[in-house]
């Protein structure tokens, strides 16, 4: 199917002062999930305004470092009426993993198509809701409002680094995984990677192939193989239906929302990121770091379990493999178990003098940040309850939250199953305007179809 860009809806006219705006709809973001929400609501006809506090796909360019590339196979980045392949963005290595720069493309070229109602530069500080039920954002822009709100600005936020006793010496570099671009920006040295899910496995394995000294702690991420039986680890899990699994049906069920990512790598067109195999090779490894104190940093005896665990995981995804293989009678290559090439050493102390660390990069993921919204959806540890991104309070959604639906809700896979749902639920409600009355909309469904 060709795909047609929707005619475009208008340019918000709001040259540089929101106050007294007003809009059926705001979506507040403008990355993947915002244009993905601006998309569907265009094809519904409803009028809205999406505010961007940086520019389109700023993380993708700020926020990620020099060899970074996805993990996930480039077939499944398919935003709404933009797949990756033909009739969209026209890419060519379906099963490749596109780099930092191609991304970036594909989210520039996915913001020409959709041609949104975007103000970039524009921060939203304060939202709530008064007591008629209309919406106020305060913005670096001025106040405007809205009947319904979409708060599409994912689920990471506030980058975490843990309490200590005492903090390191001012002569150690500390950096946050965001901030890391290469081993270049660090003096030179050993340095330290604390956390071993994505961010951490692959910041350790890029500055490990660099040539430095790394010392990892790791973490209780769990770790999958890249390939097995001559598929794709991913080809085979979609497959089965795992990237259609709702919530509701995992067997950890909203736990699994706070559940660690496992760590693999798309760099060098895919492999296994191995820990015990970069220790054999000279990274050094140790379990959970628990404090710092005169010097000394200190770990849990417990690496031996960590990594262990990590293995049992990526072995137990092959066993369901093994199972659907065997069920359906398939002719695939048979493929040998992996088998540990390295065993650890418990190490609970290490001193920084006897060390030449002078880096520290942390990697233990981020908190989410919603304190700006002023209305009463928040769980006590300040995550937004919802059913599908749909919050008790009427009116305000959420979009890209990590397992907000299914495993993709936050990434190029799923988001957009999650956009079209919320743009049905806002067309939906009652009294909402929407762009030329209800014969456009039949029109903009059908060009759409």
Sequence with gaps: MTVTPLPTRGRPDVPGDLTGVHRPVIVIGGGQAGLSMSRCLSKVGVDHLVLERDEVAHSWKTYRWDTFCL???????????????????????????????????YLEAYRAFVDPPLLEGVGVNRLFRDDHGTYHL????????ADQVVVATGGYHTPITPPLSQPLPDSVTQVQSQDYRSGAQLPPGEVLVVGSGQSGAQIAEDLHLEGRTVHLVVGDAPRVARFYR?????????EMGYYRMPVTEHPRRE?????????????????????????????R????????RDG????????????????EVSESIKDTIDKYIADRHLDVPAEERYTPVWQPTETTELRLADTDITSVVWCIGFRQNFSWVDVP??????????????????????????????????????VGDDARYLAERIRSQRGLTTAGGRGDVCNVLALGS
């Design 71 to 105: 993990v996930t196979p480039n077939w499944q980045c398919n935003l709404p009426d933009f797949p990756y392949g033909e009739g969209g963005f026209g890419g060519t290595d379906p099963h490749g993993f596109m780099v930092r720069s191609q991304i970036v493309e």
């Design 138 to 145: 305060a913005t670096t822009a001025g106040e405007c409002t």
């Design 230 to 238: 001559g598929r794709d680890v991913t080809d085979w899990l979609d």
């Design 255 to 283: 736990a699994v929302r706070a559940q660690a990512n496992h760590y693999v790598t798309g760099r060098d067109g895919g492999r296994d990121i191995d820990l015990r195999a970069h220790a054999r090779d000279g990274m």
């Design 285 to 292: 490894l140790y379990g959970l770091m628990t404090d710092h």
């Design 296 to 311: 000394v940093l200190h770990f849990n005896p417990d690496l031996t379990e960590r990594l262990d665990h990590a293995d």
């Design 377 to 414: 959806v928040f769980s006590g540890r300040g995550a937004p309850g919802h059913q599908r991104g749909v919050t008790s309070a009427p009116g305000l959604y959420f979009l890209g939250l990590p397992w907000q639906w299914t495993w993709g809700s936050g990434r190029f896979s799923g």
